[in-house]
């Protein structure tokens, strides 16, 4: 038992390390736990066998992930994307699964062995890339809606791959076609109960549920039918993962799909988590760099086929040129679901040790460069694609025609619904406005309305000297993803040093990095509508509006320092990994260390928290002076992340 719980405490420690340095860098989570696989397996310190409890956990991170995958399932979303998904999608897969296939088969792997490499070799990462769409604003782009396109199918084709690896690897080989004709009878068959009959079922089951009023009781019930699901399905002779899948399908048409979606999440992380470092105890680092040759080869070989058949695809059915090879890039690494199609071969023995070690490396390499080709794929895509000038020259052309004569303007960058209440209200008030945005169809529709908007990348220098950036009064920033507003900050600070720039805040933990990239106000949207609650409320209690109109006023050049920060609960347990700023009350007894002692000699600045109050008898010190000496009875209100609000109630109740 002893020697049990040291092994799952070198876990614990070892994972957060990792995963702190991994997200530290912008990296994956993924990485840092394939580090520590890599670390206790047997091929390095030895602390955890290969077979074993942890093994039979980590399978249990496969069905919560294809449980996830199922509730983002929609036949509606797959029919509105069905010429990306079911065209350039199953090209893709189809396609490169074939050429990884013939190329293994040649190279001296059995047919079956090739095939399941393939298979693991074929998936790119939904997790990295959809993230990386997101931040870059490059969504709805065309390239980007490929991306999302390809990947839900490669979701989809997995579930089918799980399925026939081991069918086809069966002891009775030579009778393959007839276990794959029971397992394809029995999933037609699941799948007409589920789409027809399931979900009506499970939605009056959780609507009974849910009228417990018990998050205990829903999460025992998410939790029930989900390995329900999965058990039923191994009971029929398929896997635990079809059944997951087929759960999250049942309860993605009900109105508790995302209420599920979030209260599985802590399960799922962990558990893949798990998985991750069982992947990465069979990654033998001798062998790997005995071989590491053949990793670069494959490495270099999965992404040069990978980007070929996406471009191919991608012209065939339509693109131009420039659209084929974002998307080719984008799609040419490897993903999550190549590491669980690999522990499936490696559970049947299917591959020899040095292939799989050749497969694991590379996968792990290619997703370690994704992020890298990824920044560097618009340059690459204007030096290969002699058409992307002449596009980028009539883009920033029209742009140029269409703002020549506009002259102290405000900069709209950004046309969604905050983008356009915003351009409303200022051409109301004869201010002249032009915006920027990436959605094609929403520019179309408004430009046909006759709105100043415009397509094309705000975060591109051209771009916005031809959008009359020189000549405009002030920018706005409307979207609230934090690192393209970072980027575009960037390059207005280049080019307009002097111009005011407003920009949009998703959380008020964002506002002092915006403005430290120089922004010249930041608005919050949770403060924000505090302020608007509040002005409201103090209104309706008879409260002289000038009165409130100062007050509001003087929060705002404060830039929100009263409002920073908040006391956390329970409800607040999903932001708990998140950081951000919190506040916290700490009684002072008669025997604390701090009383006695001048508010500014304590020490509180050094371990990263400032006092937002002190409340002395029933009276809010806002603001207390450096010079207050703190007394027995005092609650002193501390701001900071929470890790720092610990070690500031330790020095005030105990000393440094």
Known sequence: MEGGLTTVLLLLAGSLAAVALFKSMGLPALMGYLLVGVAVGPHALGLMPEEGGAAVLAEFGVVFLMFSIGLEFSLAQLNAMRRVVLGLGAL?????????????????????????????????????????????????????????????????????????????????????????????????????????????????????????????????????????????????????????????????????RYQVEEDIKPFRDVLLGLFFITVGMFLDVGEVTRNFV??????????????????????????????????????????????????????????????????????????LAAPLIVAVSDRLVLRFVASEWLARSMELTQIASRTMLVKQHVLVLGYGRTGQYLARLLEHEAVPTVALDLDPERVREAEVAGESVLYGDASRRETLIAAGLLRARAVVVTFAELGASLRVLSVLRELRPDVPVVVRARTENDVDRLMAAGATAVISEAIEVSLMLATHTLALIGMPLTRVARRIREIRAQRYALLRGYFAGRSDESEAGEGGMRLHSVLLSPDSWAVGRRLGDVGLEECGVTVAAVRRRGIRAQTPEPQLVLQAGDVVILRGEQAALERGEAILLQGP
């Open 92 to 256: 893709q897969v189809l396609v490169t699964h074939l050429v990884f296939t013939l190329l293994g088969w040649s190279l001296g792997l059995s047919l079956l062995a090739a095939w399941a490499l393939g298979g693991a070799l074929t998936m790119s990462s939904t997790a990295i890339l959809s993230k990386l769409l997101v931040e870059r604003l490059e969504l709805d782009k065309a390239h980007g809606r490929e991306v999302i396109g390809v990947l839900l199918f490669q979701d989809l084709a997995v579930v089918p791959l799980l399925i026939l690896v081991p069918a086809l690897a069966a002891p009775d080989g030579e009778r393959w076609w007839v276990t794959l004709g029971a397992a394809v009878l029995k999933i037609a068959v699941l799948l007409v109960l589920v789409l027809r009959f399931g979900q009506p079922v499970m939605r009056r089951w959780f609507t009974w549920v849910a009228r417990q009023k018990s998050p205990e009781l829903f999460m025992l019930n998410v939790l029930l039918v989900t390995l329900g699901m999965a058990a039923l399905s191994n009971a029929l002779g398929l896997s635990l993962a079809l059944g997951a899948f087929l759960a999250g399908m049942l309860i993605s048409g009900t109105e508790y």
């Open 294 to 367: 053949f990793v670069v080869l494959l490495l270099v070989g999965m992404l040069g086929i990978k980007a070929a058949v996406v471009w191919g695809a991608s012209r065939a059915l339509g693109s131009n040129a420039a659209v084929a090879m974002r998307s080719a890039l984008w799609l040419c690494t490897g993903g999550e679901f190549g590491f669980v199609l690999l522990a499936q071969t490696a559970g049947l023995g299917l591959l020899p040790s040095a292939w799989l070690q050749t497969a694991v490396a590379a996968l792990v390499l290619s997703m």
